[in-house]
T-cell receptor, first 110, second 113 residues
Framework: RKEVEQDPGPFNVPEGATVAFNCTYS??????FFWYRQDCRKEPKLLMS???SGNEDGRFTAQLNRASQYISLLIRDSKLSDSATYLC???????????FGKGTMLLVSP | DAGVTQSPTHLIKTRGQQVTLRCSPK?????VSWYQQALGQGPQFIFQ???????QRGNFPDRFSGHQFPNYSSELNVNALLLGDSALYLC????????????FGPGTRLTVT
C-alpha cells in the first residue's frame, strides 16, 4: 500500500461547481497534514494545513479523519484559476520530512 | 522577504557525469530539504539538512549527497548520472527540524541524455 494515495483525476468541472478531493495515508503515526497546489511545471505551493477539527480558508475547506486515516479538500465556487494539481501531503517523522501523494488534477472550464 | 531560490533553472547532462544543484532557503529558515519529482509523480524526499548535518534521508542511493553551509544554503550532488535521474529537483526550506510547513523553490529541471 502506498503511503499517501490520491485519485489522479483529472476532475473536469465547470466554473462555479463544488469539487471534493480525497486522500488516504498509511502511517497511523503521521503528525501533520497539508494540501499543496502545483501548477504545470512549477513548484508546489502550500495551500493549507489540515487540522483535526477541520479548517476553512475562503472557498477551501479541509478535513482530517485520523481514525480512518483520511484527508479531504473541498473547493466551492470553482474558478478557472483553480485549475492545477492538488497534492495531499503528510508529515510523519520528527524531522519534518514530507510524504507526497501523486496529486489530483483539477481542470475548471468556462 | 526573499523566498527560496535555486540554481540553475535547467541543466542537461550526459550519463555518467556529475551534477551540483544549489539552494538558498527562505529568509529566517535554517532547514533545507531536497526532493526529486519525476514526471507525473509527487515529489519524493531525498534528504534534509539542519545545522550543517544530514538529519534524515529518504530511499535514495549514495550517489546522491549533499551539504549545508553556515549561511544555511545547501547543495545537492548527484554522481554517475543515470537516465532515470532526469527529474525536477526541488529544494524546500523550513524553520527547524520539527516544523513541517515547508516552502519550495522553483526547482532545477535536470535532463540526463
Amino acid at each position: 500500500r502506498k503511503e499517501v494515495e490520491q485519485d489522479p483525476g483529472p476532475f473536469n468541472v465547470p466554473e462555479g461547481a463544488t469539487v471534493a478531493f480525497n486522500c488516504t495515508y498509511s502511517n497511523s503515526a503521521s503528525q501533520s497534514f497539508f494540501w499543496y497546489r502545483q501548477d504545470c511545471r512549477k513548484e508546489p505551493k502550500l495551500l493549507m494545513s489540515v487540522y483535526s477539527s477541520g479548517n476553512e480558508d475562503g472557498r477551501f475547506t479541509a478535513q482530517l479523519n485520523r481514525a480512518s486515516q483520511y484527508i479531504s479538500l473541498l473547493i466551492r465556487d470553482s474558478k478557472l484559476s483553480d485549475s492545477a494539481t492538488y497534492l495531499c501531503v503528510v508529515g510523519s517523522s520528527g524531522y519534518s520530512t514530507l510524504t507526497f501523494g501523486k496529486g489530483t488534477m483539477l481542470l475548471v472550464s468556462p | 522577504d526573499a523566498g527560496v531560490t535555486q540554481s540553475p533553472t535547467h541543466l542537461i547532462k550526459t550519463r555518467g557525469q556529475q551534477v551540483t544543484l544549489r539552494c538558498s532557503p527562505k529568509s529566517g529558515h535554517d532547514t533545507v530539504s531536497w526532493y526529486q519529482q519525476a514526471l507525473g509523480q509527487g515529489p519524493q524526499f531525498i534528504f534534509q539538512y539542519y545545522e550543517e548535518e544530514e538529519r534524515q534521508r529518504g530511499n535514495f542511493p549514495d550517489r546522491f549527497s549533499g551539504h549545508q553551509f553556515p549561511n544555511y544554503s545547501s547543495e545537492l550532488n548527484v554522481n554517475a548520472l543515470l537516465l532515470g535521474d532526469s527529474a525536477l529537483y526541488l529544494c524546500a526550506s523550513s524553520l527547524g527540524v520539527g516544523y513541517y510547513e515547508q516552502y519550495f523553490g522553483p526547482g532545477t529541471r535536470l535532463t540526463v541524455t
